[in-house]
């Protein structure tokens, strides 16, 4: 530990603000994909973002069709990009003010780099997610009866990729008892189905 102190005191105090930069934002960088991956690292605080081309519109409430520009991990990652900039481009730009430049555009480069790994894993996480408008057209099984004329709502199951969905239903018919097989007419909001007995 003692002789980590000296080499860092003995460096110049602008290589002793990058290597703290790099040494910090490192840390606290491992420690948010360690949270990414176990799953407890998806909610990021932000309030302006800019579209990356993505097809957000989907229906999915999939978040990643934006890039939060002014979040906490766009910041980690902006000054993990100034800390190793400056220090790997140190040894090449031997002018101050032009090796600033240089960090600031690594971290520039740091942001958008990340962020597009951010939005190919979102993508991939959501490859093959259940999208509520992709089951209009199909027949599903009511589970819980429907009241006729849109008096209430049931519960029909549809089967999905392997797996179960149970999602509200209304109809505008007669009511529907349970067992029953339906046809899936529309989504009518966000999570309720319109549907006909077949």
């Not at 910090?24 to 960088?29: A, R």
């Not at 101050?96 to 600031?104: E, H, M, S």
Request: glycine share 12%.
């Amino acid at each position: 530990m003692e002789t980590i102190t000296t080499w860092f005191n003995g460096l110049e105090p602008t290589m002793r603000v990058y290597w703290g930069i790099a040494i910090f934002t490192s840390t606290i960088f491992i420690i948010q994909m360690v949270m990414t991956f176990i799953g407890i690292g998806d909610v990021d605080a932000g309030d302006a973002d800019f579209d990356l081309g993505s097809d957000a519109s989907d229906g999915t409430l999939d978040a990643g069709g934006t890039l939060q520009l002014f979040s906490v991990r766009n910041i980690v990652n902006f000054l993990l990009g100034i800390g190793w900039g400056g220090v790997c481009l140190s040894a090449y730009v031997h002018n101050q003010a032009l090796l600033t430049l240089a960090a600031l555009a690594v971290g520039c480069l740091a942001v958008v780099l990340f962020a597009m790994i951010y939005k190919q894993m979102r993508r991939l996480e959501h490859d093959g997610a259940f999208r509520i408008d992709d089951c209009v057209g199909q027949v599903a099984d009511v589970y819980l009866r429907i009241p006729g004329q849109r008096r209430g709502e049931g519960k029909v199951q549809y089967s999905f990729g392997g797996s179960v969905q149970e999602l509200a239903a209304i109809t505008e018919g007669e009511a529907i008892a349970s067992g029953a097989k339906v046809r899936i007419l529309e989504v009518v909001g966000q999570h309720t189905l319109l549907v006909e007995k077949v």
